[in-house]
């Protein structure tokens, strides 16, 4: 898993829920990913309180969560172990549950909003530089 060691201090956590915008919410967080703007953790190592994962979003970070819908699972998890976050929820962006289809166009362009919004809130610094993002991949 090579792409967790990039992002610099962002790490992205997204709620995968059965809804078309819990799949849209986790396709995002791929892409933020995969292009390198984010480092990718484990909502449900957080959950699950598995040290680690905790240590991580609790660290010296900038958490990215994403959620599909009001329910706010996604929030609610970091909020359990007091990480602080940027949240978005791609209802208030505009999605519908139930109604969006998941497609490229929607994932890039929520992406790319995400990425915009979340900018400026790190400095970027070399992947070296990091201990690893308890992904195992590091």
Do not use: W
């Amino acid at each position: 898993m090579a792409e967790c060691c990039g992002g610099g201090n962002r790490l992205v956590y997204a709620c995968s829920g059965g809804a078309d915008v819990g799949e849209i919410a986790d396709r995002v967080a791929r892409k933020l990913v995969k292009t390198g703007f984010a480092r990718p953790s484990c909502l449900a190592g957080v959950g699950g309180h598995v040290p680690g994962f905790v240590a991580s979003a609790t660290g010296d970070v900038v958490n990215i969560v994403i959620d599909g819908c009001s329910v706010a699972c996604a929030l609610k998890t970091l909020e359990q172990v007091g990480a602080d976050m940027t949240h978005f929820v791609l209802t208030d962006m505009g999605l519908k549950k139930g109604r969006t289809p998941v497609e490229d166009a929607v994932i890039d362009r929520i992406a790319e909003t995400i990425r915009i919004k979340s900018s400026g809130r790190v400095e970027e610094s070399p992947a070296s530089t990091h201990d690893g993002c308890a992904c195992g991949g590091c």
